[in-house]
């Protein structure tokens, strides 16, 4: 009875838990290296416990410690017994008897050392053998080891005292941290100097007595010096590590980042840094994703500036107005929604909708632009014009799919500046829905033109954690292949500079679908790069909010983006999903679905019931013999008029559209003898009709003239003006004029010299 209660008080007698003390978070890459770690909670550096303990550290610390470890069970008498002689013959504890089993329970109890302190440490000891291999007992002597200070396990010590991982340490350092762990409050690098050294080189002879190392390996090991102070632990990604740390904490985490390639962005961010701090820009980050696995491959939350410039925040999670990056999102769906070609005509003209004035970046308008060139020079009044026409409710839904965090009002709430940068994202997002654009297009030219069910997934930074697709589905998942083909193409674009900016970072040879963006103010440069392999996304700005001059998409953040491009193996691009396709014939010069009277030419589009209008921008006008007039059955012969169809544009956006396209040809005049039966050749820039316009006053405290602009297709034709019904001035070329009316609504009525008549109705307030 009495054997058996302390059988069972035996077999109970060890925790299950042998050490309770917090650990480290520490992450390494996908490589097995140090990137980071974050201290445990109790201050002490502390790393979980070690996967296996290097060879030759092994042989010096059994060699120091613990000779006869593998053979004996928990404890050895013989040299109990020594311990206990050297002590009563010295008076004093001079030397200890304890197995490496028997420090590892002294390690996890932390009691005052005492012989029946030791009597339990003993019997723990065996029953910890019964327990565990000697392999894991090793292991945890190892790993929780004192090393002096805050230093606990050889993992932290061999980065601490030599900068290397443990596998990587010579002999001579692995015998420093040998002995180490039996004195570390007196020997201790830095201090104690010669002590530490006669006590590793009396380490090294063993070793070369017991044969474990040649004369050779023994003389140079003695030459090597001893660590003078602690070497800083990696801090390649310190915002992974914290971002980690909130899900890992305590946890040895193996990432998925490549070292090689964080080694090399880093540098970038850093150079980069330098010379935006010039204009008062502290902060940065870049995310670059593997599209096939949605692994992270590098990841920098921040630059390294000032904790007053707020270092620690994480800019790749951290919430900022999206600027143009969703522009390609429309595009997209509204190809997927057969409302939108990709060459056809958008208009570019001065826009008022409800109220809102939407301006270009550089203050232009084109009067018209093909969608496709819209979209890669990130022009903003097409897109809000196309985002009006496509449904802001609609598109507002849609980006729910993609899971974007910040964008959480209604479509109410940001109006039509969503596409310009109205709704808020972060990068991690928004390089999470591109690499699913991209891994969708890849997947269904991969199988037999199928989607996968859960294609949209999150990225991970962890490699023991695997992003599943879901099942195969012949259904698409948010855009078919097709629309985000077209719009990838529409987006490689860019890498074709219009303009004298200075593009020295651009490189042609590369195929990369790219998107900049830049809120308004300055505050957020966008960056966004596509190829079947990566996704690169980057963000400058200042983490305060304080926007900047010059900090553009353009200027600041894609020479990162091409820089870690550089660093990046080259893609392929993207195959043609053939299956998704139909050839229409559009009309050539407007883009849109050809009529008869219209040029035409093939194109391929997404195989899906199409909305898009037939061309209208096309007319049969009839003219004399001579081609100088128009001529109509009220003066003219039509039997022998020359017929032909004619690429006209209204007069709005003519009058924009002929400044950068010196080939188009304006209609033809009427002859002086024909009535003409169509719409006024004219159209008001400013005001629209219904504006509400305040008078502002200048410097000298008078109120500036509201300008009224009007758009003529025959600019040499004269133009009177009315307010009101009263006439207030004549133009000729150049239809422009300035008036301060008073307060109140008013009528603004303008006929030309052939009777054509516009008007519009403003109110001053």
Sequence with gaps: MLFGILLIAYYFCLPNELFKTPTATVVESRQGTLLGAKIADDGQWRFPVIDSVPKKFETCLLQFEDAYFYKHFGFNPA??????????????????????????????????????????????????????????ILKLYTSHAPYGGNVVGLDVASWRYFGLQPHQLSWAESATLAVLPNAPSLIYPGKNQQRLLDKRNRLLKKLLTESFIDSTTFELALLEELPQKPYPLPKIAPHLVEQIAKNAKGQRVKSSLDENLQLNVNPIVYKYHKSLQQNQVHNAAVLVLDVKTREVLSYVGNTKTTKENQKDVDMVQANRSTGSTIKPLLYAAMLDAGELLPEMLVADVPTQIAGYTPENFNEDYSGAVQAKSALARSLNIPAVRLLQSYGLAKFRDQLDVFQLSGLNKSADHYGLTLILGGAESNLWDLCKTYANLASTLNHFNATSSEYFSSEFAEPTYRTDQSVSFGEKSTQKTVFDAASIYLTFEAMKEVNRPEGNESWEFYDSSKEIAWKTGTSFGNKDAWAIGITTDYVVGIWV?????????????????????????????????????????????????????????????????????????????????????????????????????????????????????????????????????????NAPPMEFIYPK?????????????????????????????????????????????????GLIPDLGRHKITVVDALGNEVSVTITIE
């Design 79 to 136: 040299s109990i017994a020594k311990a206990i002689g050297s002590n009563i013959s010295a008076g004093k504890t001079v030397r200890g008897g304890s197995t490496l089993t028997q420090q590892v329970i002294r390690l996890s109890r932390n009691k005052k050392r005492s012989y029946f302190e030791k009597f339990i440490e003993l019997i723990l000891a065996t029953r910890l053998e019964f327990r565990h291999s000697k392999e894991d």
């Design 541 to 677: 700005g200042n983490a305060d909010g304080e926007g900047r001059p010059n900090v553009t998409g353009v200027t600041a953040a894609a020479p990162i983006l091409f820089d870690v491009f550089d660093v990046l193996p080259t893609s392929d691009w993207f195959q043609k999903p053939f299956d998704e396709f139909v050839d229409i014939d559009v009309c050539a010069e407007s883009g849109y679905l050809a009529t008869d009277i219209c040029p035409k030419k093939i194109i391929s589009i997404p195989n899906k019931e199409n909305y898009v209008k037939s061309c209208d921008y096309h007319q049969m006008v009839h003219l004399n013999n001579q081609k100088q007039f128009r001529v109509n059955s009220s003066c003219f012969d039509l039997s022998t008029a020359v017929s032909e169809s004619w690429f006209s544009l209204p007069p709005l956006i003519e009058f924009y559209y002929k400044r950068t396209h010196p080939l188009y040809k304006p209609l033809p005049p009427f002859r002086n003898d024909c009535k003409s039966t």
């Design 689 to 737: 009709n219904g504006s509400r316009i305040s008078l502002t006053k200048n410097f000298e405290g008078k109120k500036n003239e509201v300008v009224l602009k009007l758009a003529h297709a025959k600019p040499e034709t004269e133009v009177y003006w009315y307010l009101d019904e009263r006439f207030i001035s004549q133009t000729k070329d150049f239809h422009e004029i």
